[in-house]
């Protein structure tokens, strides 16, 4: 297991209010990562961090907004949520290494915003 | 811009027949990482197999092999005599080298298998 943990596993919440999504790993690893999984989408990048304070927008980071002050915890906060942002949400990890870039997966967050 | 095609949305084949995952890439950049995860039912993300652009050299794990052909931009998945474990969604993804950047992955739309006993 590439110990990774999320929390919660499952919110249910409602448009307007702040939610606020939690990644943590034990390994230690500098890159840290959150994607969005939806229906005819499969997953898309959020936001990542390359350190700690260190962050940088994906693909989709409209309306989202991340902070890494540990090493070992990224967050990822919806300021005020919205119906559209009802999604699965994956933390992810990289191990370091040039000739490596895989990641690995936390078990993922299930949101819906009502 | 990068993009992973998966043009494959579901198959359906019957138990221990092969099956082959279908992986089309396009990118701008000569180093680039592929990659393939395997989503079962469960729901968590399970890491099958990275390639480097630069190492053409298929490989075989037990029933699972992958065939990149940088030539063609793809990079596909066969499963011989397939199980009911096999059933998952298979995701291909793509990931850019920049230099020790973060480099996220850019995913195919995913295949879902489903082997029928």
């Known amino acids: 297991d590439a110990g990774i943990t999320q929390s919660p596993r499952h919110k249910v919440t409602e448009t307007g209010t702040p939610v606020t999504l939690r990644c943590h790993q034990t390994?230690?690893?500098?890159?840290m990562y959150w994607y969005r999984q939806d229906p005819g989408h499969g997953l898309r990048l959020i936001h990542y961090s390359y350190g700690v304070k260190d962050t940088d927008k994906g693909e989709v980071s409209d309306g989202y907004s991340v902070s890494r002050s540990k090493t070992e915890d990224f967050l990822l906060t919806l300021e005020s949520a919205t119906s559209s942002q009802t999604s699965v949400y994956f933390c992810a990890i990289r191990p370091p290494g040039v000739a490596r870039n895989e990641q690995f997966f936390g078990p993922g967050t299930r949101l819906t915003v009502l | 811009a990068q993009k992973v095609t998966q043009a494959q949305t579901e198959i359906s084949v019957v138990e221990k027949e092969d099956v082959t995952l279908d992986c089309v890439y396009e990118t701008r950049d000569t180093t680039y990482y592929l990659f393939w995860y395997k989503q079962p039912p469960s729901g968590e993300l399970v890491f099958l197999i990275r390639?480097?652009?630069?190492?053409?050299q298929n490989e075989i794990s037990g029933r699972y092999s992958w065939n990149f052909q940088k030539s063609t931009s793809s990079f596909n998945f066969t499963i011989t005599a397939s199980q009911v474990v096999d059933s998952a969604v298979y995701f291909c993804?793509?990931?850019?080298?920049?230099?020790?950047?973060?480099?996220?992955?850019?995913f195919g739309k995913g295949t879902h298998l489903i082997i029928q006993p």
């Open positions: 390639r480097n652009s630069f190492d053409e």
């Open positions: 993804a793509l990931s850019t080298y920049s230099g020790g950047g973060a480099d996220g992955l850019t």
């Open positions: 390994e230690n690893h500098r890159y």
